[in-house]
């Protein structure tokens, strides 16, 4: 294959395997929408100067997409620094064993809860211990280094939260890590569990064995722990630019696909625990299978926000919280032009031609 967009053409030779009935809506869709973007196939727009005339194709704006989510995820970066208040925060990996990975997998609608479960557990932790309320963000993901389905979450904290009984901010919320694990552990099973009874889990195992699995996993051995990170300390700055690498791009970067012949592909698989890269060969079909785990399915947002970050009460109490941290809401940029975030983050300017004049729409 050409060197050009190698995610592109995997997804173009593999057609027949994911644009068929039976694959999730979303993965069709996205997929589709990365093949046609920047072509014809999605229209276009035209600038003509005295000298040249210039065809922009428009673009898919898919958060699968390599090229369209780079710009929507400086965009989100930049909102979140100016939203969010300059104090310290906690990030956390809320984790689970294994043997629960297929379960959410194949049950995608219990796996969207995740994020509301983590921050379930951290906010009644506070609530009973401090009764305040806390900022949290929570972020899903579904992958790890390798591309296999590993669900986990990660989850935003801030160090202090609002009384609000008492119109007070504590300065220091002092978190139980021990106590967090089983808190979280508790409520992934029980909300498995519930499910189960309410008949809204499928799987291949009988009921029976559903529970035995249910119940080896709440006393793993192999993995006893069920939070992997608990970082006491983390700028929001390196939390949100940790995260946005994963809201509104494809599980793996570019640079990481090495070669594509037409039947398989080599790319960096990551090995955390070694800390190493490995080069790795897959078939074509196996790599797009791997990457349609990790499509969100429609309307589902990749960035979930709790507590004194949810909506109803960020309106309600964010004044009063940067009142009482002493310091002044900052503006949420301006959205940048098709144009201006042209130049802005690609150093380039679309509508001036190879002779420096202006173009201009026809």
């Not at 790890?144 to 202090?160: E, P, Q, T, W």
């Not at 201006?340 to 679309?350: A, C, I, R, T, V």
């Amino acid at each position: 294959m050409q060197e050009r967009n190698l995610l592109k053409q995997i997804l173009e030779a593999t057609r027949d395997v994911w644009d068929r009935p039976g694959t999730r809506p979303a993965v069709r869709k996205n997929f589709a929408a990365v093949i046609d973007c920047g072509t014809a196939a999605l229209g276009w727009e035209e600038y003509a100067s005295d000298s040249e005339k210039r065809r922009c194709y428009h673009r898919c704006k898919s958060r699968f997409c390599p090229s369209c989510g780079y710009r929507a995820t400086l965009q989100w970066l930049a909102e979140q620094e100016a939203a969010l208040p300059d104090i310290p925060y906690s990030g956390i990996v809320f984790t689970m064993p294994s043997e629960l990975w297929a379960i959410f997998r194949s049950n995608r609608h219990l796996l969207h809860d995740l994020p509301d479960l983590a921050a379930g557990v951290l906010q009644q932790w506070i609530s009973m211990k401090y009764a305040a309320k806390a900022l949290i963000l929570g972020v899903l993901h579904t992958f790890g280094g390798d591309l296999k389905f590993n669900a986990h979450v990660h989850v935003l904290i801030s160090r202090g939260g609002l009384q609000e009984s008492t119109g007070r901010w504590i300065a220091e919320l002092h978190l139980n890590r021990s106590a967090l694990m089983k808190m979280w552990r508790y409520a992934v099973i029980d909300h498995l569990r519930r499910a189960l009874k309410a008949r809204v889990l499928e799987s291949q195992l009988n009921v029976g064995d559903l529970r035995r699995l249910l119940s080896s996993a709440y006393y793993s051995e192999s993995h006893a722990c069920w939070i992997v990170l608990f970082d006491e300390i983390v700028s929001k700055a390196h939390f949100l630019g940790y995260a946005a690498r994963y809201l509104r791009r494809p599980p793996i970067a570019k640079w990481r696909i090495l070669k594509v012949t037409d039947a398989k592909v080599q790319f960096v698989a990551k090995d955390s625990k070694n800390d190493s890269q490995i080069p790795t060969w897959c078939t074509l079909d196996r790599f797009v299978r791997l990457l349609a785990a990790h499509v969100a399915d429609h309307y589902r947002h990749g960035v979930r926000y709790f507590g004194l970050l949810a909506p109803r009460t960020k309106n309600q109490h964010f004044a009063g919280i940067f009142l009482l941290l002493g310091q002044q809401i900052r503006p949420r940029p301006l959205r940048l032009s098709w144009r201006e975030s042209l130049k802005k983050y690609f150093g380039f300017d679309p509508m001036i031609d190879s002779l420096g004049q202006e173009m201009r729409w026809v």
